[in-house]
């Protein structure tokens, strides 16, 4: 009997564990405002609801397969590494959707 409370004791351990540090990546939409590839910076003005507004986002400008210099006033679809956009700075993970690819 001690052995089976030890055991789930364990298992509930090691799952609220596995929780506690998951992290979400969020999927927006928006229009490309500017980009600045010299500081890695890209201004989109958001039109999903729970980041919606103008906001500053980081990318990595050497991303291979993305042809920066036509996406600006292109809408896109793009994923950031946190779950919330209250990080000032959030970073973009992947950039997908029509007139993204080179």
């Not at 490309?32 to 958001?46: N, Q």
């Not at 991303?63 to 950031?80: P, Q, S, Y």
Request: net charge positive; charged share 25%; aromatic share 10%.
């Amino acid at each position: 009997m001690k052995i089976k409370v030890l055991f789930a004791s364990i298992a509930l351990l090691i799952i609220v564990c596995s929780i506690v540090y998951a992290v979400d990546n969020l999927v927006l939409y928006g229009v490309v405002k500017s980009i600045d590839k010299v500081k890695g910076e890209i201004v989109i003005d958001v039109k999903t609801g729970s980041c919606y507004g103008t906001r500053i986002f980081r990318f990595n400008p050497e991303e291979k397969g993305v042809n920066f210099k036509n996406l600006v006033d292109k809408k896109i679809r793009f994923m950031i590494d946190s779950s919330t956009c209250n990080n000032e700075e959030n970073n973009i993970v992947l950039f997908f959707g029509k007139g993204v690819g080179k």
